[in-house]
Nanobody, 123 residues
Framework: QVQLVESGGGLVQPGGSLRVSCAAS????????IGWFRQAPGKEREGVSC????????TYADSVKGRFTISRESGKNTVYLQMNSLKPEDTAVYYC????????????????WGQGTQVTVSS
């Protein structure tokens, strides 16, 4: 059974850093592309980043480029999203998702989703 579990969300001040994790089970993330998405209240779900663990390819939304870094720890089948220089507009529920297709920031191509973790950026 495929399962994705996010953790690491919380409250952080503007300019601060946070790392969220996505633990995958039921499949080897080598064969899937893992994406991070976020959804703020009243807004559509937005693609944040994606990683292809086999090729090392990564991609980021323009809104987070240079501030967020996606990475994978193969031994733990876990994907991380390191978020630096956080802004209040980064406040959202962050979801990870898995797809067998190419890396994408479009949520429609993802087959499996985690339950989400709340990230709040506020002073």
């Amino acid at each position: 059974q495929v399962q994705l579990v996010e953790s690491g969300g919380g409250l952080v001040q503007p300019g601060g850093s946070l790392r969220v994790s996505c633990a995958a089970s039921g499949f080897t993330s080598d064969y899937y592309r893992i994406g991070w998405f976020r959804q703020a209240p009243g807004k559509e779900r937005e693609g944040v980043s994606c990683i292809n663990s086999r090729s090392g390819f990564t991609t980021y939304a323009d809104s987070v480029k240079g501030r967020f870094t996606i990475s994978r720890e193969s031994g733990k089948n876990t994907v991380y999203l390191q978020m630096n220089s956080l802004k209040p507009e980064d406040t959202a529920v962050y979801y990870c998702a898995a797809t067998r297709t190419a890396c994408s920031l479009q949520f429609g191509v993802y087959n499996y989703w985690g339950q989400g973790t709340q990230v709040t950026v506020s002073s």
